[in-house]
């Protein structure tokens, strides 16, 4: 039933191709750059991993296997992604006074907090770029006299010595933001260090032995080593974010074509058949970005009252190549919605049966098209609705196809109850259970007309730092 044909949107072609795994016996093998742990995470960067998480729970509804793999980036990343500045790990340790290793654990450990809270499925494997370190120095060691030259600061990537460098970014002109060229001596203005030595007189935190001199990895071929290593060359769809089209992505693809030698046998060869890229999450001031210094976490919605699956399903709610601009009443529109879908769900669970007059199946084919359209979950969600409306189908048909359909969007819609998503603001000086009272208190006052009671309840509410939304549709909620 779940037999539309997969489509998705291969960036190397910009165009929508069906989509055909490489082993048709073997699971599908996907792989997602991961987060620099330098820092916590912004709900931008969340984006990205709810995106490839999503095409991993589409390929499973498809049918598929899945192999998936997601790195941590706990070295190498620079501050400018066109090869200039520090790394941004050695960056923070030096700010915040800790060591590098602290760091990582640190942001690790809550990014893998926020991916379980976001109810995103864990990879077959998180590979730390730091556990890969002699990997990276063979596999640069193996494509240095073809493709590389030294330099004093490292071993830079002539993008010249492999065919058509940039057909990922569709760089045409000089102007593009990869053409900057910080690092006197490069051969071409887009070539990019694959190892970068430590200055003499300097010691790094995280620092190597190698054929080129004490250093570290750069970041661009911890990806290709980690892909590689875990999937093997070509494995099905590399994806990350859109900015990563430019520069990363590119640098990746001419490593892997300089490894495998294979570009005359196999023209078109990157390393991946498909790359797929998430648009960006926006807000008035532009890109949410860590570098731009203002951002928001998951925790940061968590504290004024946002369910984080409200998020999930926010981000469900727009194409995933879409811009997604996030405002807080678009927060809070997407908590009533995702209440909404609990609470017709709680009801279903508890209704009394009845046998159905039609069958779930038109539904499911077109929740079906919808997904397998691109990853369409925007168009997906309505059909959901629709079926949970559907007097004609017994409650337990619709309960059991709802749960199918959850298996895709991941908002563990048979699980969560009403009481998940009241989130208590940080800021309330109050508690759930007092809140519950005085609401209660206020319901009785309104059906006895006491609008002075009912107001004075409100305002004692509001100092305590929870607005009561009479708005609110469904009738039980607070905010902050
Ligand atoms: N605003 C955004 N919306 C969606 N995806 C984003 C956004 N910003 C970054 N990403 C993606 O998040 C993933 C993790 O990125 P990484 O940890 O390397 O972030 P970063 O480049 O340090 O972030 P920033 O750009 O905020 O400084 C990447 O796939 C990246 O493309
Ligand atoms: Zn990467």
Redesign the pocket.
């Known amino acids: 039933m779940n037999a539309a044909p997969l489509k998705l949107y291969n960036s190397l072609t910009r165009s929508i191709e069906p989509f055909v795994p490489i082993d048709p016996a073997g699971p599908v093998r996907v792989y997602t750059?991961g987060?620099?742990v330098y820092n916590y995470?912004?709900i931008?960067?969340m984006?990205?991993f709810l995106f490839a998480d999503t095409l991993g729970r589409v390929l499973r509804w498809k049918g598929y296997g899945l192999k998936h793999i997601i790195n941590i980036?706990d070295v190498g990343?620079l501050t400018s992604d066109a090869d200039a500045g520090d790394d941004k790990m050695e960056k923070a340790a030096a700010t915040q006074e800790k060591s590098i290793w602290e760091i990582a654990a640190h942001y690790t450990q809550v990014f893998k907090a926020d991916v379980a809270r976001l109810n995103i499925t864990p990879p077959a494997q998180w590979t730390v770029a730091t556990a890969y370190v002699p990997q990276m120095i063979a596999f640069a060691q193996r494509i240095a006299a073809q493709h590389c030259y030294e330099l004093d600061s490292g071993l830079y990537f002539d993008v010249s010595s492999v065919p058509e460098y940039g057909r990922l970014a569709r760089q045409t002109t000089d102007a593009g933001e990869s053409r900057i060229d910080p690092v006197g001596g490069k051969r071409n203005p887009q070539d990019f260090a694959i190892w970068r030595k430590t200055p003499a007189g300097e010691t790094r935190q995280m620092e190597w032995d190698s054929p080129w001199g004490r250093g570290a990895p750069g970041w661009h071929l911890e990806c290709s080593v980690m892909s590689n290593a875990q999937l093997g060359h070509p494995f099905d769809i590399h994806t990350?974010?859109i900015?990563?089209r430019e520069i990363h992505h590119p640098n990746e693809i001419a490593q892997n074509q300089a490894f495998c030698g294979c570009t005359d046998a196999e023209p078109g060869f990157t390393g991946a058949r498909m790359w797929m890229h998430?648009n960006?999450?926006v807000d008035r001031a532009g890109?949410?970005?860590?570098?731009a210094g203002e951002f928001l976490t998951l925790q940061t919605l968590v504290d004024r009252g946002i369910h984080p699956l409200a998020y999930r399903l926010m981000c469900l709610s727009a194409h995933y190549r879409s811009e997604l601009e996030f405002t807080w009443e678009g927060a809070i529109a997407a908590q009533t919605r995702l209440k909404r879908l609990v609470q017709s769900i709680e009801k279903l669970r508890a209704a009394p049966d009845k046998p159905s007059r039609t069958s779930a199946d038109g539904y499911r084919s077109r929740f079906d098209e919808a997904l397998s359209d691109d990853l369409n979950t925007a168009r997906a969600l309505p059909v959901l609705d629709e079926l949970l409306a559907d007097k004609a189908l017994s409650p337990a048909d619709r309960f059991a196809a709802a749960e199918a359909f959850d298996a895709a969007l991941g908002l563990e819609l048979a699980a969560l109850t009403r009481a998940d998503l009241r989130v208590r603001p940080a800021t309330a000086t109050i508690d759930a259970v007092d809140i519950e009272a005085k609401l209660a208190e206020r319901r009785e006052a309104r059906a006895a007309k006491d609008f002075a009671r009912s107001d004075a309840l409100r305002d004692e509410l509001a100092a305590a730092g929870v607005e009561v939304m009479d708005g609110d549709p469904l009738g039980w909620d607070w905010k902050l």
């Open positions: 750059c987060p620099t995470q912004h931008g960067n984006r990205a980036t990343h990350g974010g900015d990563h998430n960006f999450l890109k949410m970005s860590k570098s």
